[in-house]
């Protein structure tokens, strides 16, 4: 189970990720909705121990320790630090990313053969970065489960690729719900879908609003008039 408390991290100017705390077990499926890009991606980077925190805390079953909630979990899509490059096929792209699971399971995984597997072959040649938004995340998705060890998911804002929710959140549904493999699906987003009835949290929703002051509370009195 992932447990966030408090998680911020501190930017050059104001705060990257305000004070954010979620919770999310194996077969859930969480939306955490923010307005800013930046936000979000920071957010992603932060629960998969990509990015360190300035303040608060992130447990993967109980374990704090970057190393552990970086073995468990795969960050997806996130814009400018591993989305798909522009002029990279899809080919090339599977082949760079299986060079990145864990060598002992490296040699069965060749990019011919697991794009065949996996269902991919009508789009190998097609570039990375012109597939519709609903093979994309299919793609990407299906290639952080390459690692066996994965259980902790995060997809960084899918609904900036389209905004039809048909095109990425039957996808997240299906990989969280999956009796086979279940998993603990993350997604940042602008917003929620309508109809959505699932688990949603909003970044900044740790922060704290200082108490008002005794002036405040105080009731006006004729005198003060």
Known sequence: MLCVQQLTVKGRRDALLPPTSLEAAAGDLLLVTGKRQDQRTALALALTGRMKPTAGSVAWDGQTKIRQLRLA?????????????????????????????????????????????????????????????????????????ANPHTDLLVVDSPDRHSGDPADW???????????????????????????????????GNADIAPEPTADVLEPETEDAR
Do not use: C, M
């Open 73 to 145: 979990s795969a960050v997806v899509d996130a814009p400018g630090v591993n989305e798909p490059e522009q002029h990279l096929s899809v080919r090339d792209l599977v082949t760079e990313d299986l060079a990145l699971v864990p060598r002992r399971y490296r040699g069965t995984l060749l990019s011919t053969p697991w794009l065949k597997v996996n269902r991919f072959e009508d789009i190998a040649g097609s570039w990375a970065d012109d597939l519709p938004a609903d093979r994309r995340l299919e793609l990407l998705t299906a290639l952080a489960l």
């Open 169 to 203: 959140l039957p996808r997240l549904r299906e990989l969280a719900f999956d009796a086979g493999r279940p998993l603990a699906v993350v997604a940042t987003v602008a917003s929620v879908p309508a109809g959505w009835t699932g688990p949603v949290a909003t970044i």
